[in-house]
């Protein structure tokens, strides 16, 4: 008990060494010009993209789940992707001018970060967190996942010592050596941490909200994907398959369920087989059921990020060798419905509607299970009803003929490049935004006066006549159906009647 003891003091001790060398680093980080901290980012960049490969192994070897092939992808596109969108964006000094408001905008640090990294993405989510951090004039203090500390402090170490070699003080990427939930939960609650990024469960993220600091946090996802009678079919099959099987199934932005048009059902079905996914009869999927959920709504760590196969093998089925995906059919959506929750692996459930109303019904009833503000994908022809289903769904992305896994994180889409996606309030979260660096900067404003303004009779105010030209000036390109004559007769008959209020 004493030994147990004596380990947790030193872990903590080291908890609290980290975040110390971590705010001095940050303080003398936050004097970085632009040009110093575009040098730190690049290299930490180029350092984490050489190491790719290295690292998905790593992580594979570690915890168990998924594929070297797409975890290197992702490893790729957090040191590519990410740093390409973050490269030219200013976060030193003034990064920002409006010279018809007068308002000038400049960026300050937070501080130290608190970043907690999840085992199905602990790389990327790493290299991601280090770069957004770095380019912000952040320090962060790195929380792994217990099950993936190796990979995780790997890839961070990676981004440390490039960061370094290019002038980053030491300290400034820091993480917990031996991470345990109290320890976590330390690191979140510690007075000189300033923010929280949190990337986990939905415990993790009321811990974080919880710890009397700004937090993002992000919700589950359990990702519908709708194919209406008017989509592409096989296009939209092999986007679903692609993201579902990739790195089997451990983004949480991955399809959970298809939702079909009866009329285009058949050729689904025919498209799933011919890209090699398994249909599952009644008493197979009841069995994966019992492999995925051996308690209710308790999802089995065992086989998250595992192949179709092996998941097949543990509910004693034997499927097609090179099955890819398994599929069960499902009539009701409920929390005592396995498949209709979210599985993080190739399973995916297979509704059947009659038409598109009754498909974004049940689309909502599946979010309602555990998505609610995540994301949900549409493979449709129908401009139409694809924006009612933006305007329906309690989600922060509808993504629209691509894979959803691929397109939520801004791989195959628009959307910034992130591995933390904001839910918004459906999901209990502070922002609906793919989380960037644009959420790491406290912005201040330096506002000039444009305006005065009459209070009664007073002296300070300026004449009417030049107030009513204010007013004209600024309101008219807002509203250019209205002339300047309308505006300014609008203007002096308010200005009348306040002055009529303050004789009263």
């Not at 303004?453 to 030209?469: D, Q, T, Y």
Request: aromatic fraction near 6%; charged fraction near 25%; charge should be negative.
């Amino acid at each position: 008990m004493i030994a147990r003891i004596d380990q947790d003091l030193v872990a903590l001790q080291l908890l609290r060494d980290a975040v110390a060398s971590a705010k001095a680093a940050q303080e003398e980080f936050a004097r970085f010009n632009q040009e110093q901290v575009d040098r730190v980012v690049q290299a930490a960049a180029e350092a984490a993209e050489a190491e790719a490969e290295t690292l998905a192994r790593e992580a594979v070897e570690e915890t168990g789940f998924g594929v070297v092939e797409h975890k290197t992808m992702k490893n790729l596109f957090a040191a590519r992707d990410v740093y390409d969108s973050i490269r030219d964006v200013k976060t030193v000094g003034i990064i920002r001018e409006d010279p018809r408001r007068k308002v000038v905008e400049a960026a300050d640090p937070y501080g130290v970060i608190a970043a907690v990294i999840p085992s199905t993405n602990p790389t990327s989510t790493a290299i991601f967190k280090c770069l957004i951090a770095l380019k912000t004039r952040n320090a962060i203090v790195i929380s792994p996942h217990p099950s993936a500390s190796r990979c995780t402090i790997r890839a961070a170490e990676i981004c440390a010592k490039a960061a370094y070699g290019a002038g980053a003080p030491r300290g400034l990427i820091g993480w917990v050596e031996k991470p345990t939930v109290e320890l976590t939960e330390a690191l979140m609650k510690h007075p000189d941490v300033q923010l929280i990024l949190a990337t986990g469960g939905a415990g993790l993220v009321r811990a974080a909200y919880s710890s009397g600091k700004p937090a993002y946090g992000v919700g589950p996802g359990n990702v519908p994907a709708y194919i209406e009678e008017s989509a592409d079919v096989p296009r939209a099959v092999q986007d679903i398959f692609t993201s579902k099987t990739f790195d089997n199934g451990t983004i949480c932005a991955s399809e959970q369920a298809v939702v079909v048009d009866r009329r285009v059902r058949e050729e689904v079905i025919r498209e799933f087989r011919r890209h090699g996914a398994y249909m599952l009869s009644p008493e197979e999927k009841e069995a994966v059921a019992k492999v995925l959920f051996p308690s209710p709504r308790k999802l089995n760590s065992g086989i998250v990020g595992k192949s179709a196969v092996y998941i097949a093998s543990q509910a004693g089925i034997t499927v097609p060798p090179g099955t890819k995906l398994l599929i069960g059919e499902e009539t009701r959506v409920a929390a005592d419905v396995p498949f209709a929750l979210e599985k993080l692996s190739p399973v995916l459930a297979f509704y059947t509607v009659e038409n598109w109303e009754e498909g974004c019904r049940c689309c909502i009833d599946l979010l309602a299970l555990g998505g609610r503000g995540h994301s949900l994908v549409i493979h449709s022809g129908n401009e139409e009803i694809i924006r009612e289903f933006l305007l329906q769904k309690p989600v922060s992305r509808v993504l629209v003929n691509t894979p959803a896994a691929l397109g939520a994180i801004g791989a195959t889409t628009g959307l910034r490049p992130s591995m933390t996606l904001g839910c918004g309030s459906f999901g209990g979260n502070i922002t609906s935004d793919n989380i960037t660096v644009e959420h790491l900067m406290n912005i201040k404003r330096l506002a000039y006066g444009t305006k005065e303004v009459i209070i009664g009779g007073s002296a300070a105010a300026s004449s009417e006549e030049e107030l009513v030209k204010a007013v004209v000036q600024e309101v008219g390109p807002l509203v250019p159906h209205v002339n300047e004559q309308e505006i300014s007769e609008v203007v002096r008959e308010v200005m009348g009647r306040m002055k009529a209020g303050y004789r009263t």
